[in-house]
């Protein structure tokens, strides 16, 4: 079964503290997303990547940044964080040639 | 920008009822998709419509792509609690979003038992 796994369902962070989400996926897929999801905007793009090593601006990266070492692995920082930074955050995957995307199981971050 | 407009943003049902959600555009997709998000869930995708004028069926839902592939539509036939999540459309291509993907904003969808 495929998969796309964060390491947090919930993080409970204080403003100013340097966060780290974690996204893993075993599909093989090149191209990795980040999202946050609020209530009444839908899901917006923050950053992705399609290669390791590779990270391009999505719609909203103000106050975030991203890292691609390996394949498999697409982390989300947040530099300082906000209580404005307080969201849903869904990472997802897909092959380059397929638009159908697979997502992770989210993690609500909640900012102090 | 593309922009994806779904209608309702809220619907809330008897189980056993028909409903159907709508996904509309001033734009041209390439294929459109589906996905379904349960309360702290991600997203899940349900289908992928391809061909304007194509008709997809899973179980009681029956998804719907316009001729023109500016629009699309989800209808559930006795509808079931089971059924209760967030529902979002998503368009591909012509020139959408950063990653080539423009979501709708959803429609909250409550079957009562």
């Known amino acids: 079964d495929v998969k796309v796994t964060q390491s947090s369902r919930y993080l409970v962070k204080r403003t100013g503290e340097k966060v780290f989400l974690e996204c893993v996926q075993d599909m093989d897929h090149e191209n990795m997303f980040w999202y946050r999801q609020d209530p009444g905007l839908g899901l917006r793009l923050i950053y992705f990547s399609y290669d390791v090593k590779m990270k391009e601006k999505g719609d909203i990266p103000e106050g975030y940044s991203v890292s691609r070492e390996k394949k498999e692995r697409f982390s989300l920082i947040l530099e300082s964080a906000s209580t404005n930074q307080t969201s849903m955050y869904l990472c997802?995957?897909?092959?380059?040639?397929?638009?159908?995307?697979?997502f992770g199981q989210g993690t609500r971050l909640t900012v102090v | 920008t593309q922009l994806l407009e779904q209608s309702p943003q809220f619907l809330s049902i008897q189980e056993g009822e028909n409903l159907t959600v709508y996904c509309n555009s001033s734009s041209v997709f390439s294929s459109l998709q589906w996905y379904r998000q349960e309360p702290g869930e991600g997203p899940v995708l349900l289908v992928t419509v391809v061909t304007g004028g194509e008709v997809k069926k899973l179980k009681r839902l029956t998804f719907q792509f316009g001729d023109a592939r500016k629009d699309s539509s989800l209808h559930i036939t006795a509808a079931q609690p089971g059924d209760t999540g967030l529902y979002l459309c998503a368009g591909a291509g012509s020139g959408g979003g950063a990653d080539g993907l423009t979501f709708g904003k959803g429609t909250h969808l409550i079957i009562q038992p």
């Open positions: 997802a995957s897909r092959t380059p040639y397929n638009t159908e995307a697979f």
